[in-house]
């Protein structure tokens, strides 16, 4: 069952962190990664994720890793609305398959909503790399500095 079992050090979002997998990175600080979703559901759909937290799910990540990603997920929500102006944000996790979580380390997605655009179709549609390049370097720069 997806919702309980073994952490896979390989997968994808272990590899990002690792570097042995690039991703079009926001934020990073030494406890938390934030990064451009590549096939995100609307334009800026960013993900937050632990960085020392081998945990698939949110049932099983301790409590401080768990502090540490929901600030982080602010930090960016706020970012997006002050760069891409949107009318909503919605934050979003996933737990098991059949919540529709398809990498198992735990991650938020944060969704910038604008008026008249319906949400994308989840984990579908990559993205154009040179606009997720243009998008990565407005939001670090709001979020690093
Ligand atoms: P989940 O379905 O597990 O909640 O979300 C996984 C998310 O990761 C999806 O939105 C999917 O588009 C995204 N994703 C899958 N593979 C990669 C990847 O290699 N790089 C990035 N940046 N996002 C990925």
Do not use: W
């Amino acid at each position: 069952m997806s919702l309980i079992g073994q952490y896979d050090t390989d997968n994808i979002f272990a590899k990002i962190i690792r570097g042995e997998a690039p991703c079009f990175k926001i934020y990073e600080d030494e406890d938390v990664l934030a990064f451009l979703d590549l096939f995100p559901q609307s334009y800026g759909h960013s993900l937050v994720i632990p960085k020392r937290a081998a945990a698939r799910n949110i049932l099983e990540i301790d409590s401080d890793n768990l502090a540490k990603v929901t600030a982080a997920v602010q930090k960016v929500a706020r970012a997006l609305v002050d760069e891409l102006q949107p009318a909503g944000v919605q934050v979003a996790q996933f737990n098991g398959a059949p919540a529709g979580q398809t990498v198992f380390h735990l991650h938020m997605h944060v969704i910038p909503r604008f008026d008249g655009e319906g949400l994308g179709i989840h984990a579908a549609n990559k993205a154009d790399p040179v606009e997720l390049e243009k998008l990565q370097a407005r939001l670090s720069k709001r979020l690093q500095g």
